[in-house]
Nanobody
Framework: QLGLVESGGGVVQPGGFLTLSCTSTTFSLANYALAWFRQAPGKDREAVSCIGTRYQRANYLDSVKDRFTIARDGSKETVYLQMTDLKPEDTARYFC???????????????WGQGTQVTVSS
């Protein structure tokens, strides 16, 4: 068990905000890129955003680029996804992914958390 742990999901009304967090209980994340993916019921998994070890960001989804911000703390051990102006179509399970380098396409070297559910509903 590689121990990526996500938190911060929940139910929020449209227009609301949430901040997701991810850290590891078993290994250091400082030397890895960290990404957020999401998957809605009945839909394909999609890459949301990634942040590298030098804090460089890659944003993969046009629909969220002005609303979601990925960040990592100074120790590089925790990654966040700050989500604002949430919309019903943002409803999905959000996964934290450890990657050797940022990639919108998952690789066999990636490690995944269990995910945290975000539901946007009035």
């Amino acid at each position: 068990q590689l121990g990526l742990v996500e938190s911060g999901g929940g139910v929020v009304q449209p227009g609301g905000f949430l901040t997701l967090s991810c850290t590891s209980t078993t290994f250091s994340l400082a030397n890895y890129a960290l990404a957020w993916f999401r998957q809605a019921p009945g839909k394909d998994r999609e890459a949301v955003s990634c942040i590298g070890t030098r804090y460089q960001r890659a944003n993969y989804l046009d629909s969220v680029k002005d609303r979601f911000t990925i960040a990592r703390d100074g120790s590089k051990e925790t990654v966040y996804l700050q989500m604002t102006d949430l919309k019903p179509e943002d409803t999905a399970r959000y996964f934290c992914v450890r990657q050797n380098f940022c990639s919108a396409v998952p690789t066999s070297f990636d490690s995944w958390g269990q995910g945290t559910q975000v539901t946007v509903s009035s």
